[in-house]
């Protein structure tokens, strides 16, 4: 067997040579020493931290085959096509692959000739896929958007719970379960549906610096509008607007488009094709703006989305932060807004129907300090700077700059001094790995009016 340092010598050739990158990040290559050491990890990374490259440098040092799990066939696709553009033989078997692609697939699969098979979580239950994989015996298995294994996870979905019993299967093959967002509960949750025991749990900081966040209560549904329409004017470039429904997602890119922003609707009610056109014109920037329900960018390689807009409420504060965190993985300013009303809130009650999860939601819309120390508060984190919100923003004004304890200073880590003084409840801090996104000079604060 190649002893361990060699494949980690191999592995950050191979992260040179096909996607050239200098190194690693450190939680990415705690990540890959522990697959190439036949260990399982939880990896918790933020979006754009690099998660599919865990997997992917594993993959091509191992020999075999390496099995990754994904929820959405676009996701899957999106990878497959990134990873065949640098050399890496890959494909996927999903619901819509013909009977012969798939018996194709999996032939070149178990004679030797893929290094990565994506799969979703349902086709991996199929007797004729287990029996395949036994025969294969994957090197490893990477389980991607793990948090859909949790039921206190924003994006449950109840095929993933039973991943664990098709590992075992397998014989255990060394796994990683990885995710965005997961608090201590969903991570727990996670290890043990998993079955993956005393496991590594790798956790970066869920801070993203060069993120702005605000919220904002307006009071009805023209007053929303004027908000978004001022938001999304001015300021051209890539921008991802959330609403609940598919309707919405109609009625507000019409609305958008009225005003002049190109904008266009992504939605589960359109045919595969077009949603996988308009995708590739957003990707591309052929298109500025996207009004989407929920499942839009989950796993979209795109870099410079400067504006995330929420009208009305997430399911979670775990699902809005994973859905915020599509802005501004270039590490480039970014801004991330909420736009809501009492009805929102009592629309989501209605949906979503526990209050755990909805609660810390509302905490942090209705904060009256730092909202990123809220925010990431709810992950057992704490910030000694602000790197910006509406919320230090304000008290920067009303103090000056000033940097006294009576508000925020011009870094804003006064407020958030004042923050954490206040008396709702806080979870332990927990030891994490440095960030991994944002540059360490980014500024403390955007633009005025930004």
Same mark, same amino acid.
């Given at each position: 067997?190649?002893?361990?340092?060699?494949?980690?010598?191999?592995?950050?050739?191979?992260?040179?040579?096909?996607?050239?990158?200098?190194?690693?990040?450190?939680?990415?290559?705690?990540?890959?020493?522990?697959?190439? +050491?036949? =260990?399982? /990890?939880?990896?918790?990374?933020?979006?754009? !931290? %690099?998660?599919? @490259?865990? #997997?992917?440098? $594993?993959?091509?040092?191992?020999?075999?085959?390496?099995?990754?799990?994904?929820?959405?066939?676009?996701?899957?696709?999106?990878?497959?096509?990134?990873?065949?553009?640098?050399?890496?033989?890959?494909?996927?078997?999903?619901?819509?692959?013909?009977? +012969?692609? =798939?018996? /194709?697939?999996?032939?070149?699969?178990?004679? !030797? %000739?893929?290094? @990565?098979? #994506?799969?979703? $979580?349902?086709?991996?239950?199929?007797?004729?896929?287990?029996?395949?994989?036994?025969?294969?015996?994957?090197?490893?298995?990477?389980?991607?958007?793990?948090?859909?294994?949790?039921?206190?996870?924003?994006?449950?979905?109840?095929?993933?719970?039973?991943?664990?019993?098709?590992?075992?299967?397998?014989?255990?093959?060394?796994?990683?379960?990885?995710?965005?967002?997961?608090?201590?509960?969903?991570?727990?949750?996670?290890?043990?549906?998993?079955?993956?025991?005393?496991?590594?749990?790798?956790?970066?900081?869920?801070?993203?610096?060069?993120?702005?966040?605000?919220?904002?209560?307006?009071?009805?549904?023209?007053?929303?509008?004027?908000?978004?329409?001022?938001?999304?004017?001015?300021?051209?470039?890539?921008?991802?607007?959330?609403?609940?429904?598919?309707?919405?997602?109609?009625?507000?890119?019409?609305?958008?488009?009225?005003?002049?922003?190109?904008?266009?609707?992504?939605?589960?009610?359109?045919?595969?094709?077009?949603?996988?056109?308009?995708?590739?014109?957003?990707?591309?920037?052929?298109?500025?703006?996207?009004?989407?329900?929920?499942?839009?960018?989950?796993?979209?390689?795109?870099?410079?989305?400067?504006?995330?807009?929420?009208?009305?409420?997430?399911?979670?504060?775990?699902?809005?932060?994973?859905?915020?965190?599509?802005?501004?993985?270039?590490?480039?300013?970014?801004?991330?807004?909420?736009?809501?009303?009492?009805?929102?809130?009592?629309?989501?009650?209605?949906?979503?129907?526990?209050?755990?999860?909805?609660?810390?939601?509302?905490?942090?819309?209705?904060?009256?300090?730092?909202?990123?120390?809220?925010?990431?508060?709810?992950?057992?984190?704490?910030?000694?700077?602000?790197?910006?919100?509406?919320?230090?923003?304000?008290?920067?004004?009303?103090?000056?700059?000033?940097?006294?304890?009576?508000?925020?200073?011009?870094?804003?880590?006064?407020?958030?001094?004042?923050?954490?003084?206040?008396?709702?409840?806080?979870?332990?801090?927990?030891?994490?790995?440095?960030?991994?996104?944002?540059?360490?000079?980014?500024?403390?604060?955007?633009?005025?009016?930004?």
């Amino acid at each position: 067997m190649t002893p361990l340092a060699t494949r980690i010598d191999l592995a950050r050739e191979q992260l040179r040579a096909r996607f050239g990158f200098p190194a690693f990040r450190p939680g990415q290559l705690r990540a890959v020493r522990a697959a190439l +050491a036949g =260990r399982s /990890a939880l990896v918790v990374l933020p979006t754009g !931290g %690099g998660k599919s @490259l865990c #997997y992917q440098i $594993p993959a091509l040092v191992l020999d075999g085959l390496t099995v990754v799990v994904s929820p959405l066939i676009s996701l899957m696709q999106d990878q497959v096509d990134a990873a065949r553009a640098r050399g890496i033989w890959a494909a996927s078997l999903t619901s819509a692959s013909r009977p +012969a692609e =798939r018996a /194709a697939t999996l032939a070149d699969a178990e004679r !030797g %000739g893929l290094k @990565l098979l #994506y799969l979703a $979580p349902e086709r991996l239950m199929t007797g004729e896929m287990i029996g395949a994989l036994r025969r294969m015996r994957p090197s490893l298995l990477a389980v991607d958007e793990a948090h859909c294994v949790s039921e206190w996870g924003p994006d449950f979905r109840p095929a993933y719970r039973k991943i664990g019993l098709v590992r075992l299967a397998l014989g255990k093959p060394p796994t990683l379960a990885l995710t965005a967002t997961a608090t201590r509960a969903v991570r727990d949750d996670i290890v043990a549906s998993l079955r993956l025991g005393l496991v590594e749990r790798i956790v970066g900081s869920f801070d993203r610096p060069n993120l702005f966040f605000a919220a904002r209560r307006v009071k009805d549904e023209d007053e929303r509008r004027r908000v978004l329409i001022g938001l999304l004017r001015p300021y051209r470039g890539p921008s991802i607007v959330y609403v609940p429904t598919r309707r919405l997602a109609e009625r507000w890119t019409r609305t958008l488009l009225h005003a002049g922003v190109d904008a266009v609707p992504y939605h589960a009610g359109l045919e595969h094709m077009v949603r996988r056109a308009l995708q590739d014109r957003f990707t591309s920037d052929r298109i500025e703006c996207v009004v989407a329900t929920t499942a839009f960018g989950l796993g979209i390689d795109k870099a410079n989305v400067r504006r995330v807009v929420h009208l009305g409420l997430a399911t979670s504060l775990e699902a809005y932060y994973q859905e915020a965190g599509r802005a501004g993985r270039d590490g480039r300013r970014s801004r991330c807004e909420v736009l809501w009303t009492k009805g929102d809130v009592r629309l989501q009650r209605m949906i979503v129907q526990d209050d755990r999860k909805l609660d810390p939601l509302l905490r942090y819309l209705t904060a009256f300090g730092c909202r990123r120390a809220e925010l990431l508060r709810h992950f057992a984190e704490r910030v000694t700077q602000c790197g910006g919100c509406d919320r230090c923003e304000k008290w920067r004004r009303w103090f000056g700059g000033r940097d006294d304890r009576r508000g925020a200073a011009a870094s804003g880590a006064g407020f958030v001094t004042l923050a954490r003084r206040s008396p709702a409840p806080r979870a332990p801090a927990a030891a994490t790995a440095a960030p991994q996104t944002a540059p360490a000079s980014a500024p403390a604060a955007p633009p005025p009016g930004w």
